[in-house]
Structure formats: C-alpha cells, structure tokens
C-alpha cells in the first residue's frame, strides 16, 4: 500500500510540474490567436492544479500515518 501510494504520489508531482508548464506556455500565448480559449484552457489548468495540490497533500497525510503505523507494527514485532 505504501508503495502503491508513493508511486500515485510521484504521478501527481509529475502531473503538477506538466501543468505548471502548460500554464507558463499559455500566459505567454495570451496575446496569441483566440484569447477566449486559452483563457478558459488556462483557468482549466490552474483548477486542475488547485485539485492536484489538494490530492497530494492528503495522500502525504495519509501515508505518513501508514509509514508511522508500518513502523509501530515492525518494531512491535516478536
């Protein structure tokens, strides 16, 4: 489980990091072609980066119990 969780975990550092990068090409692009649209896409991306901030913080929560209960467990044991 805790293997699992670091794994999701790193997947939503490496979704954060392409979305931050989206979100640098589009404010540069502004200006470019449809606003409206890259508008909507970068407020899309930004909410999507808010959730994904959201996710990790939990799930770092959540597996700093497990590791702390791993632990606890191991050095329990006969």
Partial sequence: TLTDGYAYALALEAERY???R???ELAGE?????????TKELAQVSD???SNASIL????????QLRARS????S???
Avoid: F, I
């Fill in 18 to 20: 392409r979305l931050e």
């Fill in 22 to 24: 989206r979100m640098s």
């Fill in 30 to 38: 502004l200006n470019d072609g449809d606003q409206e649209l890259k």
């Fill in 48 to 50: 999507r980066l808010s």
């Fill in 57 to 64: 913080t939990a799930l770092r929560e959540t597996l700093t």
């Fill in 71 to 74: 632990s606890a467990v191991r």
């Fill in 76 to 78: 329990n044991a006969p």
